[in-house]
C-alpha cells in the first residue's frame, strides 16, 4: 500500500509539473519564431531625408532605420487598418523631422529675400545699361556735337535722363553731371548735393536740363572725379564724342586727386588709376567711332557697355549734305585728282556719320566702294566706313528716304 501510494504521488507530481513546463518550452519557440521574424526574415529599409536649403552646398540628410513588420491590415470597427507598432512611431518621427526641415528652409529663403526682392533694390536702366542700388551718378555729354540733327540727339539723350530718374523710387537718389571742357550740376553746387527721388524732383530736373546750353569740349576727368568722390553704386557716362581736352588747362580741367590737386591722365589712364572700385556703365551714343574707347572705359571700371546707334535714318542735315557734294564737284575735276577726291569723300563722310546722317554719307562714300584700291590712301579708313554704313543701314540708301525739294533735285541731276 505503501508503495502504491509512493508510485501515486509521484505520478501526480510529474502531472502537476507537465503543464508548466510545456507553456515555457512553447513561449520559448514562440519568442525564437519571433525573434527569428523580426531580425532576420525581413530586411532593414532605410528611409533618407534630404531637404535642400537653398543652395546645392547646403544639404541635410537624415538617415532613419525602420523595421518594417509583416503585419496584414485588420479592419477594427470599420477604421483604418492598424499599423505595426515600429512603423507608426517612424512615421511619426519622419513628420516631425520632414516639418522642422521645410520650417528651416522657409526662414532661409526669407532670410535671402532681400538680397533678390526687386522692389527693395529696383533694378535702374540708362539706355539699356542697368543698374542696382541707391544712389547714382549720371554723366553726360553736353558737347557741341550734341546738336546733331538739329539738336535731336541732344533732346533725345535729356528725354531718356529724365525718363530714368522718374522711375527712381523715393528711397533712391541721383545726381547729374553735365561736362563739355567744364562740369555743369544743378545747382552749381561744389561738391554736388544727391538728389531724393521725391516731391516733383523730375520736373525740377526738366527745368534745368532746357534752360542748359551746350559749349565745346569734351573731357569727361573732372566730372567723373567729383561722381567717384561721392560715391555712389553706380556712374552712368554717356557720350557722342571722343575726349580732347582744351590747349591750357584750367582749375576746373583734369582729375581732381583727393588733396585737392589736379592730375592731367588720359581719360583711360585715370579711370584705371582712380575709378576701379566703381561701375561706369558706359553709353557710346550715336557715334559708331566712340565704340572702342567707351567700352575701354567699362572694363576698366567694371561696368557694362551700351552702343545706342541713331533712331532714324531720316537725313535731317540737308544744307551740309549739298555744301560737301558741291565743294567735291567744284574743287575734283580731273582724273589725275581722284585719289585726293576719294580721300576727302572719306573724310566727308566720316563726319556725317559721326553726327548721325549715314544716309548722306554713303552718298558721298559710293564712289569709294568700288574704286582701284591703288587710289585709296587709306584703305584701313575705306574699310572702316564701308562696314559702318552697312551695319547702319543695311540696304537703306538715300533715295529710298523722304529728302528735302533740293536734295531731291541734286540726286536727279546726278544720275548716273
Do not use: C
Not at 565704340?291 to 552702343?307: N, P, V
Amino acid at each position: 500500500m505503501v508503495l502504491e501510494d509512493l508510485d501515486n504521488d509521484d505520478q501526480q507530481s510529474k502531472a502537476r509539473l507537465l503543464p508548466p513546463v510545456m507553456s515555457l518550452m512553447l513561449h520559448a519557440v514562440l519568442a525564437v519564431i519571433l525573434w527569428f521574424l523580426v531580425f532576420e526574415v525581413q530586411p532593414r529599409a532605410s528611409i533618407r531625408l534630404t531637404a535642400s536649403l537653398s543652395a546645392p552646398s547646403s544639404t541635410v540628410s537624415l538617415k532613419l532605420p525602420q523595421t518594417v513588420q509583416p503585419v496584414d491590415p485588420v479592419v477594427i470597427d470599420g477604421e483604418e487598418p492598424a499599423r505595426s507598432t515600429d512603423s507608426t512611431i517612424s512615421d511619426l518621427l519622419l513628420e516631425a523631422l520632414s516639418d522642422s526641415v521645410v520650417e528651416v528652409a522657409e526662414n532661409m529663403e526669407e532670410q535671402e529675400l532681400p538680397e533678390d526682392n526687386r522692389e527693395s533694390n529696383p533694378i535702374v536702366n540708362f539706355f539699356g545699361a542697368e543698374a542696382v542700388g541707391s544712389k547714382f551718378v549720371y554723366v553726360v555729354d553736353i558737347s557741341l556735337s550734341m546738336d546733331a540733327r538739329n539738336m535731336e540727339r541732344y533732346r533725345r539723350a535729356k528725354n531718356e535722363l529724365l525718363r530714368s530718374v522718374s522711375n527712381l523710387t523715393s528711397e533712391q537718389s541721383y545726381v547729374v553731371l553735365l561736362f563739355s571742357w567744364r562740369t555743369q550740376m544743378k545747382g552749381f553746387e561744389r561738391p554736388p548735393v544727391w538728389i531724393k527721388a521725391e516731391n516733383n524732383h523730375d520736373k525740377d530736373l526738366a527745368r534745368w536740363l532746357n534752360n542748359t546750353t551746350l559749349s565745346s569740349g569734351t573731357d569727361p576727368r573732372d566730372a567723373l572725379s567729383l561722381a567717384k568722390a561721392m560715391q555712389p553704386d553706380a556712374i552712368f557716362l554717356l557720350s557722342d564724342g571722343q575726349f580732347n581736352h582744351p590747349n591750357t588747362p584750367s582749375l576746373e580741367t583734369g582729375w581732381l586727386l583727393p588733396n585737392g590737386e589736379r592730375s592731367h591722365q588720359s581719360v583711360a589712364d585715370g579711370i584705371a588709376a582712380h575709378m576701379s572700385s566703381i561701375p561706369i556703365h558706359s553709353i557710346a551714343f550715336e557715334n559708331p567711332f566712340t565704340k572702342d574707347s567707351m567700352e575701354q572705359i567699362a572694363k576698366l571700371s567694371g561696368g557694362s557697355f551700351r552702343y545706342v546707334k541713331t533712331q532714324s535714318h531720316q537725313p535731317v542735315d540737308s544744307q551740309r549734305f549739298l555744301d560737301a557734294v558741291r565743294h567735291i564737284e567744284n574743287t575734283y575735276r580731273t582724273k589725275s585728282e581722284r585719289s585726293s577726291e576719294l580721300q576727302r569723300r572719306m573724310s566727308l563722310a566720316r563726319d556725317l556719320m559721326a553726327d548721325g546722317e549715314f544716309a548722306f554719307a554713303e552718298y558721298i562714300a559710293r564712289p569709294i566702294r568700288d574704286s582701284d584700291p591703288a587710289t585709296i590712301n587709306n584703305p584701313i579708313l575705306r574699310d572702316i566706313l564701308l562696314k559702318i554704313l552697312d551695319d547702319e543701314l543695311g540696304d537703306t540708301r538715300l533715295e529710298d528716304l523722304p529728302v528735302t525739294p533740293d536734295v531731291e533735285q541734286w540726286i536727279l541731276d546726278h544720275e548716273s
